[in-house]
């Protein structure tokens, strides 16, 4: 793959193998917390982490990403997110390796240089509540005060920690904290937390700890254990850079280098694990994969392909600085690749039934269709012709303007590479007055999509033969939020903010037979209607289920 353009991570390793740091060695990570499906924003995380490693595989220490669990919080990390999350970063083509690592695998190694800090007398045990813990810490403009429990002695200290975990406290009874500076203009260095109580069954150690350690002491420590490198993480975090930095001198460990940049957003979405997980468990969406969900199972399960996504991550760059992509960029992405990749298929949303009256009546024709128009050389696709056909309804209007170039009483189209039609009759049902039928005639010297005598026509409509046809379920996709950003308002629910109509699911349709062996996530364009995918879910041999991806064009551009 070719290498990623260059930014300020970047120039910063290439400073680093310069000054010969770190052995010549690149490692980075990818540390996500089991908590939840991964989402387009751990892609940019992944992309970056992985991409480097795969950039920098010369470098003279070697490089590479490591896949690291950040699984510190026992009540809300599951077995299923872990796989999951190994399935979205090895969809998107990275491999970590034997790197797989888990913070839990750490929390003995933890749990030692945590009593190395109460030895240093650097860290004590507080009985204040959460609560209190909150209020003393003080604001942004004022200092905080110190605990009651601030001057325990190292001994009373190392015993009731131990005792906290030995099980001898019930939950919230007391905290181990860090002695660091109460007055500190940074919040996170008034003496943070370090471990909580929680008698909790935690998903890989079991009941093996009542006690567990708190993100800052654990994520820092993590990538030092692992030799990581270039420790990369979201802005939000260069405030805890600080504390990542004290923690490791304290410990005398091998010191990785934090380096922030800009999380993603994008509009009409929500981008938090949290929020996701309340439109699942909500019932919102069908789940984690539902096609409308910014997760990278539900993209997949729309029809993005992995290149679409690594595209993407790669054109929207890494900054410093926070910015909102537009969801019509990422769909800009998908459209292209699909607009290249994708074999083109008729597919009939909407079905009108048109009865060719000169066309005899047993006979079948075979046309031969491109598979891709630009490329010759993917060959063609057999698209059976007969008497009867569906038309797309909205191609047919029986009070026509001028300008409308499709089907119409006493007008000519041509249908996709076969013949021009005309139409001549119009059957509705009587008593509700819909359209059920047009009665057309066909020109036989047309054959191919051309007449000899030079007629023209301006519209081309795609067909199928009702005969031949498939009936499939198609799944139209819209935005799931109205709103730019759901979460604008800390006053107002997101949820609020859902497009009701952000599903439509369309059944009765007609696809063209040569979609009768369609694999579950293969990608087609529908002509004229845009780029489908075979859910990988619902759709079964005999009972096809198509999720629109995106449209042809982008309907909302101004
Ligand atoms: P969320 O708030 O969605 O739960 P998180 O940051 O808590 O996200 P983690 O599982 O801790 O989720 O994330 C793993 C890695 O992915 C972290 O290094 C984090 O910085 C990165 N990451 C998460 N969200 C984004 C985003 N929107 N853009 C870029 N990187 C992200
Ligand atoms: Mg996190
Ligand atoms: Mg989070």
């Known amino acids: 793959a070719p290498a990623a353009p260059s930014n300020f991570i970047r120039?910063?390793?290439?400073?680093?193998?310069?000054?010969?740091?770190?052995?010549?060695?690149?490692?980075?990570?990818f540390p996500p917390e089991p908590n939840g499906y991964l989402h387009i924003g751990h892609a940019k995380s992944f992309c970056l982490n992985f991409g480097l490693a795969r950039d920098y595989a010369d470098a003279?220490?070697?490089?590479?990403?490591?896949?690291?669990?950040?699984?510190?919080?026992?009540?809300?990390?599951?077995?299923?997110?872990?796989?999951?999350?190994?399935?979205?970063?090895?969809?998107?083509?990275?491999?970590?390796?034997?790197?797989?690592?888990?913070?839990?695998?750490?929390?003995?190694?933890?749990?030692?240089?945590?009593?190395?800090l109460i030895e240093a007398g650097k860290a004590y045990v507080d009985d204040l509540s959460a609560e209190e813990i909150r209020t003393y810490r003080g604001t942004l403009t004022e200092p905080g005060k110190n605990s009651p429990y601030r001057d325990r002695s190292v001994a009373e200290n190392r015993e009731l920690f131990e005792k906290m975990k030995n099980g001898?406290?019930?939950?919230?009874?007391?905290?181990?904290?860090?002695?660091?500076?109460?007055?500190?203009?940074?919040?996170?260095?008034?003496?943070?937390?370090?471990?909580r109580i929680l008698h909790a069954e935690h998903h890989r150690t079991g009941s093996k700890w009542c006690i567990y350690p708190m993100y800052d002491f654990t994520h820092g420590q993590s990538d030092s254990l692992e030799g990581v490198t270039h420790s990369i993480c979201t802005l939000e975090f260069a405030d805890h850079r600080p504390l990542y930095d004290w923690f490791i001198e304290q410990l005398g460990i091998h010191h990785p280098q934090q380096i922030e940049f800009a999380r993603l957003n994008i509009n009409y979405t929500v981008m938090s694990k949290r929020k996701?997980?309340?439109?699942?468990?909500?019932?919102?969406?069908?789940?984690?994969?539902?096609?409308?969900?910014?997760?990278?199972?539900?993209?997949?399960?729309?029809?993005?392909?992995?290149?679409?996504?690594?595209?993407?991550?790669?054109?929207?760059?890494?900054?410093?600085?926070?910015?909102?992509?537009?969801?019509?960029?990422?769909?800009?992405?998908?459209?292209?690749?699909?607009?290249?990749?994708?074999?083109?298929?008729?597919?009939?949303?909407?079905?009108l039934r048109v009865v060719i009256d000169n066309y005899p009546e047993d006979q079948v024709e075979e046309f031969q269709a491109p598979v891709h128009p630009q490329q010759p050389e993917r060959g063609t696709?057999?698209?059976?012709?007969?008497?009867?056909?569906?038309?797309?309804?909205?191609?047919?209007?029986?009070?026509?303007?001028?300008?409308?170039?499709?089907?119409?009483?006493?007008?000519?189209?041509?249908?996709?590479?076969?013949?021009?039609?005309?139409?001549?009759?119009?059957?509705?049902?009587?008593?509700?007055?819909?359209?059920?039928?047009?009665?057309?005639?066909?020109?036989?010297?047309?054959?191919?999509?051309?007449?000899?005598?030079?007629?023209?026509?301006?519209?081309?409509?795609?067909?199928?033969?009702?005969?031949?046809?498939l009936d499939a379920e198609?799944?139209?996709?819209?935005?799931?939020?109205?709103?730019?950003?759901?979460?604008?308002?800390?006053?107002v629910d997101f949820k609020s903010q859902l497009n009701p109509e952000s599903l439509q699911v369309l059944s009765g349709c007609k696809v063209e037979p040569s979609l009768a062996d369609a694999v579950p996530e293969s990608r087609y364009q529908f002509e004229r209607q845009g780029y489908f995918c075979v859910d990988q879910v619902d759709s079964v041999a005999g009972r096809l289920v198509f999720n629109r991806t995106v449209t042809l064009r982008d309907s909302w551009a101004k």
């Open 474 to 491: 198609i799944r139209l996709y819209d935005r799931l939020f109205l709103t730019e950003n759901p979460s604008a308002d800390k006053d």
């Open 60 to 116: 003279p220490g070697g490089a590479r990403c490591h896949l690291r669990f950040d699984d510190t919080n026992p009540v809300k990390e599951e077995q299923e997110y872990i796989d999951a999350i190994k399935e979205n970063v090895r969809w998107l083509g990275f491999d970590w390796g034997e790197h797989e690592y888990y913070a839990s695998d750490y929390f003995d190694q933890l749990y030692a240089w945590a009593l190395q």
């Open 276 to 351: 996701l997980l309340e439109l699942v468990e909500g019932g919102h969406v069908s789940g984690w994969d539902d096609p409308r969900m910014p997760t990278l199972a539900g993209m997949r399960r729309r029809g993005y392909t992995p290149a679409s996504i690594r595209n993407f991550c790669e054109r929207i760059g890494v900054s410093k600085k926070g910015s909102c992509v537009d969801i019509g960029f990422l769909e800009s992405c998908i459209r292209e690749d699909l607009d290249h990749n994708a074999p083109r298929a008729m597919a009939v949303l909407n079905p």
């Open 168 to 195: 001898d406290y019930p939950d919230g009874a007391k905290v181990l904290r860090a002695k660091i500076d109460m007055a500190s203009p940074n919040l996170n260095m008034r003496d943070p937390v370090l471990y």
């Open 381 to 469: 696709r057999t698209v059976p012709f007969s008497k009867v056909l569906y038309i797309e309804r909205e191609d047919f209007m029986e009070e026509a303007p001028k300008k409308f170039f499709r089907l119409a009483p006493g007008r000519e189209v041509r249908l996709r590479c076969a013949y021009f039609i005309r139409c001549e009759e119009v059957i509705k049902d009587p008593v509700s007055g819909e359209v059920v039928e047009l009665r057309c005639s066909y020109d036989p010297a047309s054959r191919g999509g051309a007449s000899p005598d030079g007629r023209k026509v301006k519209g081309t409509l795609h067909w199928v033969s009702a005969e031949h046809a």
């Open 11 to 29: 120039t910063l390793i290439d400073k680093d193998l310069a000054a010969g740091k770190n052995d010549g060695a690149v490692i980075t990570r």
